[in-house]
């Protein structure tokens, strides 16, 4: 049942749907923030930290200038100005740019843009933002279930030491209880034999 009697036949279940896909040809002045270098994971403490970032092209013409934006919890800091580059068309790159410390708190949301590329619009500034949430990394004894855990599930705490990474060693006591879990702890930044 359901195999056509013809080998050559084709038979085919579901259902279809169309999509517009539109390709945007690249535009003269493009430029984007590729990377935010510093702060990173694995802040083992968090505080008075610079700020850097590579930025790139993604225009077809050169790069030589630049208005590199940034905003901590959507509060705006204060633009960097970057000239006398030459970071080559589509995909070239430039960096480390340094913004300027800022004292950071855990999960705060640090957004960095450019504007003005060889000082026009941005033909295309939809592609031209990268945002980070700045967490400090783990160390210590964390609960894991029960009244007032630290986490609720053991996915979670595995979740937060992914994101977070260590700096020293991390316990989780999981107290008594039923986790229908199944978790995979995969590479954890900072981990060693004694972390």
């Not at 092209?57 to 630049?66: C, I, K």
């Not at 204060?78 to 430039?94: D, I, K, M, Q």
Request: aromatic residues 6%.
């Amino acid at each position: 049942a359901g195999v056509p009697s013809d080998p050559c036949a084709s038979t085919t279940f579901g259902e279809g749907e169309d999509y517009n896909l539109f390709i945007v040809p690249p535009v003269a002045n493009d430029a984007g923030v590729t990377e935010i270098n510093t702060p990173t994971v694995g802040n083992c403490t968090l505080g008075s930290i610079s700020t850097t970032v590579t930025i790139n092209t993604l225009g077809t013409d050169t790069l030589r200038s630049a208005t590199v934006n940034w905003s901590v919890n959507g509060n705006l800091q204060t633009p960097v100005s970057v000239s006398n580059l030459a970071v080559p068309p589509l995909g070239g790159t430039h960096g480390p740019v340094t913004l300027g410390n800022y004292t950071y708190s855990d999960n705060d949301v640090l957004c960095v843009w450019t504007s003005n590329p060889n000082n026009v619009q941005d033909s295309f500034p939809s592609n031209d933002t990268l945002c980070f949430t700045v967490k400090e990394s783990m160390g210590g004894t964390y609960t894991i279930g029960g009244t007032s855990p630290d986490f609720s599930t053991i996915d979670s705490a595995m979740t937060e030491l992914s994101d977070r990474g260590v700096c020293s060693a991390v316990v989780f006591q999981i107290r008594p209880g039923t986790y229908n879990e199944q978790i995979m702890l995969g590479s954890i930044l900072g981990i060693s034999a004694q972390n």
